[in-house]
């Protein structure tokens, strides 16, 4: 787990387990409601089953933010393809965000964090994701 995750919790709820999929939540510095919805199978974006799982995605993160802050448009969300991620499988980063703030911050955190792994694969430390 990243130095700069809290908190991190696996969630098998029903509708996600349908679709073989994972719901992860974990807290960031200041952004207390963070989360990756997860495939657990590769799917092609362009198929019916990929369509179908970013509708859910979406509808879910809409559902979370309404849970989490009472406005269901409250979020910010961040998608890599399997060909610029890490992962080779559908996953969608949700951000519930409640002021302006801490959209800002969040680019912060993760500039901070995509450096860091650029810093680490330059000199050899880590892998480049």
Not at 13 to 19: H, I, K, S
Not at 34 to 49: D, G, H, M, N
């Amino acid at each position: 787990m990243p130095w700069f995750m809290f908190n991190r919790r696996e969630h098998r709820l029903a509708a996600y387990q349908e679709r073989q999929c994972l719901l992860v939540s974990y807290t960031l510095p200041g952004l207390p409601y963070c989360y990756v919805l997860c495939s657990e199978q590769e799917l092609k974006y362009q198929t019916p089953a990929g369509q179908e799982l970013w509708r859910f995605f979406l509808a879910e993160a809409q559902r979370l933010a309404h849970e989490d802050v009472g406005d269901p448009n409250s979020f910010m969300l961040i998608h890599s393809g399997s060909s610029a991620g890490a992962r080779r499988s559908f996953h969608l980063h949700v951000f519930v965000l409640r002021h302006r703030w801490q959209k800002a911050w969040l680019y912060g955190v993760l500039a901070v964090k995509n450096l860091t792994q650029m810093v680490g694969a330059a000199v050899g430390l880590k892998r480049a994701r």
